[in-house]
T-cell receptor
Framework: AQTVTQSQPEMSVQEAETVTLSCTYD???????LFWYKQPPSRQMILVIR??????QNATENRFSVNFQKAAKSFSLKISDSQLGDAAMYFC?????????????FGKGTKLTVNP | DTAVSQTPKYLVTQMGNDKSIKCEQN?????MYWYKQDSKKFLKIMFS???????INETVPNRFSPKSPDKAHLNLHINSLELGDSAVYFC??????????FGPGTRLLVL
């Protein structure tokens, strides 16, 4: 079974600075998807960024980018120019491409605080 | 327009009661999911339906029964509620292996 580990329960960053959230995963599959979701205090789960394992190029979405290291099974999220609105829980998630296994497997989350 | 909606958003009830949570998606997706987020914020899959067919059932007590009347709806019925059922329940939908979109969550509190 796949597992996802987020080793940083909490992180903090100064506004306008850069922060990196760590995520490692364990799988025997060669093709899969990885995601970062954000959960602000409103509780809504919001997709931040997604990476297909077969793509070598790291995904980017505006101020958010990932460092995907397939051999190391590492998928970190970098937030540049941090803003107060980035404060939230961030969840790393894995999704198999095998039929019948399309569930998301989540890490335990990292709580990000942004200091003004 | 809300893509994935859940009702109710909050549910407070007594132990032993039966309750239902409804989920609807207007994205045209063929797969819907229920996830449970516990008090420590850990999210775990409960069920998945594809075109009204149950495809994932993750060791959930049989007091929980999902029902999918059509591919746009997935409801969750819980019998004989227990204190440990208190959590936030999220509905999500997707097509194939594409991104899952989540509803706003239903916070259930069992007293």
């Amino acid at each position: 079974a796949q597992t996802v580990t987020q080793s940083q329960p909490e992180m903090s960053v100064q506004e306008a600075e850069t922060v990196t959230l760590s995520c490692t995963y364990d799988t025997s599959e060669s093709d899969y998807y990885l995601f970062w979701y954000k959960q602000p205090p409103s509780r809504q789960m919001i997709l931040v960024i997604r990476q297909e394992a077969y793509k070598q190029q790291n995904a980017t979405e505006n101020r958010f980018s990932v460092n995907f290291q397939k051999a190391a099974k590492s998928f970190s999220l970098k937030i540049s120019d941090s803003q107060l609105g980035d404060a939230a829980m961030y969840f790393c998630a894995y999704r198999s491409v095998r039929g019948g296994s399309e569930k998301l497997v989540f890490g335990k989350g990292t709580k990000l605080t942004v200091n003004p | 327009d809300t893509a994935v909606s859940q009702t109710p958003k909050y549910l407070v009830t007594q132990m032993g009661n039966d309750k239902s949570i409804k989920c609807e998606q207007n994205l045209g997706h063929d797969t819907m999911y229920w996830y449970k987020q516990d008090s420590k914020k850990f999210l775990k899959i409960m069920f998945s339906y594809n075109n009204k067919e149950l495809i994932i059932n993750e060791t959930v007590p049989n007091r929980f029964s999902p029902k999918s009347p059509d591919k746009a709806h997935l409801n969750l019925h819980i019998n004989s509620l227990e204190l440990g059922d208190s959590a936030v329940y999220f509905c999500a939908s997707a097509t194939g292996v594409k991104t899952q979109y989540f509803g706003p969550g239903t916070r259930l509190l069992v007293l």
